[in-house]
């Protein structure tokens, strides 16, 4: 993953604040967007790659706790980093069980807050990564036909071919031509292997009987 594949929001209604940590940031090879306020944040385009938002707590208008929030709604992959001159630790257990990456008082280091935003970044990393993986299974289970699909689903299930056959009312035959091709369009060599890949999809094994 290269830098310029790496970006930094930095969300903090003071300038001279903003000014401060895009420096060190883009010191640290980091692309960096500067933002005064949550809504001005919200107004900017998604980004496209592994992205950490550096995120004051307290904000004119909508204030930190609430966009994180707003970007949890939307499924958002920004991994946050909170900054805070008025913050206790009640406020940072809050903070952390939402998802952030760190809840940092002002003045903090600046070590402590590279070290943040580069474990941020990671994780975010893993998201997309996650996300396009999930994306793919999900286009190569799009070309199973119909029945394709209803063999794979009592494959994963742990029908073996006879009971599929019995419960399709189909030929053992014709089961496993379909489940051959299951296997080829999926680009798995075992029934271990489909199940897995079934769960990073989201598609449930089909139950049979009554």
């Known amino acids: 993953m290269k830098h310029r594949d790496k970006h930094v929001f930095v969300v903090d209604d003071d300038k001279s604040v903003r000014t401060s940590l895009a420096t060190l940031l883009e010191s640290d090879g980091y692309s960096v967007d500067s933002f005064e306020s949550a809504a001005a944040f919200l107004i900017h385009a998604p980004n496209v790659g592994p992205a950490c938002l550096v995120l004051d707590v307290r904000l004119p208008g909508l204030d930190g706790f609430a966009l994180q929030r707003q970007l949890a709604e939307k499924g958002r992959m920004e991994q946050i980093v909170f900054i805070t001159g008025y913050g206790d630790i009640p406020m940072g257990v809050k903070a952390m069980k939402h998802g952030a990456i760190d809840f940092l008082p002002k003045p903090f280091e600046d070590e402590a807050l590279l070290n943040a935003v580069a474990q941020a970044i990671a994780r975010s990393f893993d998201s997309w990564r996650n996300r396009e993986e999930v994306t793919e299974i999900r286009s190569r289970i799009a070309t199973l036909t119909p029945r394709e ?30 489940r051959g091709r299951v296997m080829h369009k999926l680009g798995v060599q075992s029934v271990a292997d489909l199940v897995r890949l079934a769960q990073k999809a989201g598609v449930s094994p089909e139950l049979s009987g009554p």
């Open 149 to 178: 699909f209803e063999v794979f689903r009592l494959v994963i299930a742990g029908l073996l071919n006879k009971q599929i056959a019995a419960e399709l009312g189909a030929a053992l035959r014709t089961i496993k031509t379909h």
